[in-house]
C-alpha cells in the first residue's frame, strides 16, 4: 500500500465552482501535512501547510486535516483558470522527507 | 532572497555517460531532498542529506546513483551511465534543520533539472 494515495483526476470544473481534493495516507507517524500547486514544466509551488489535525484557511484555499480516518483536503473556492494545476498533497514527520501523492490534475474552464 | 537553485535546467546525455545535477538550498537552509519525477506520475523520493551526512538515502537506486552534500557548494546528485529509464524531472527542495511552520520555515522545491537520455 502506498504511504499516500491520490486520485489522479483529471478533474474539469467552471469557473466559479467550490473544489474539492482529496488524500488518504496510511503511516499514523505523519505529523505535518503539505499542499504543493505544480504548473507544467514547473517546480511544486508550495501552498498550504497544516501541523497535526483541523483546519487551516489561506484567502480561497482551505486545507484540513482529519488524522482520526487519515484524511487530507484541500478546497479552492471561486475556482479560476488560473488555478488549473496539478496539486500535490504530501506528509511528512520530523526527521523524514515528505512523502508525495500522485497530484491530481485540476482544469478550470473558464 | 533566493529560492532554492538547480542547474542545469535541461540536460540531454548519450546512454552510459554521467549526468551531474546540483542544487544550492534556500539561504538559511542546511537540509536538501532529491526527487524524481516521471512523466504522469508523482514526486517519488530518492535521498535526504545534510551537510556532509547523508540522513535517508532509502529511495535512491542501488546502483549508478548517489548524493552528497558538501560542508561547501551546492547538493550533487549523480547518475553514472546513464540509460534511457534515468529520463525525468529530478527536482531539489531544501528545508531549515527544524521546521517552524509558524514562521512559514518549511520545505521549498527549485524549479528542477529535466534529463534526457538519448
Known amino acids: 500500500q502506498k504511504e499516500v494515495e491520490q486520485d489522479p483526476g483529471p478533474l474539469s470544473v467552471p469557473e466559479g465552482a467550490i473544489v474539492s481534493l482529496n488524500c488518504t495516507y496510511s503511516?499514523?507517524?505523519?505529523?505535518?501535512f503539505m499542499w504543493y500547486r505544480q504548473y507544467s514544466r514547473k517546480g511544486p509551488e508550495l501552498l498550504m501547510y497544516?501541523?497535526?489535525?483541523g483546519n487551516k484557511e489561506d484567502g480561497r484555499f482551505t486545507a484540513q486535516v482529519d488524522k482520526s480516518s487519515k484524511y487530507i483536503s484541500l478546497f479552492i473556492r471561486d475556482s479560476q483558470p488560473s488555478d488549473s494545476a496539478t496539486y500535490l498533497c504530501a506528509g511528512g514527520q520530523a526527521g523524514t522527507a515528505l512523502i508525495f501523492g500522485k497530484g491530481t490534475t485540476l482544469s478550470v474552464s473558464s | 532572497n533566493a529560492g532554492v537553485m538547480q542547474n542545469p535546467r535541461h540536460l540531454v546525455r548519450r546512454r552510459g555517460q554521467e549526468a551531474r545535477l546540483r542544487c544550492s538550498p534556500m539561504k538559511g537552509h542546511s537540509h536538501v531532498y532529491w526527487y524524481r519525477q516521471l512523466p504522469e506520475e508523482g514526486l517519488k523520493f530518492m535521498v535526504y542529506l545534510q551537510k556532509e551526512n547523508i540522513i535517508d538515502e532509502s529511495g535512491m537506486p542501488k546502483e549508478r546513483f548517489s548524493a552528497e552534500f558538501p560542508k561547501e557548494g551546492p547538493s550533487i546528485l549523480r547518475i553514472q551511465q546513464v540509460v534511457r529509464g534515468d529520463s525525468a524531472a529530478y527536482f531539489c527542495?531544501?528545508?531549515?534543520?527544524?521546521?517552524?511552520?509558524?514562521?512559514?520555515?518549511?520545505?521549498?522545491f527549485g524549479e528542477g533539472s529535466w534529463l534526457t537520455v538519448v
Open positions: 527542495a531544501s528545508s531549515p534543520p527544524s521546521l517552524r511552520f509558524n514562521s512559514g520555515n518549511t520545505i521549498y
Open positions: 497544516t501541523y497535526s489535525s
Open positions: 503511516n499514523s507517524a505523519f505529523q505535518y
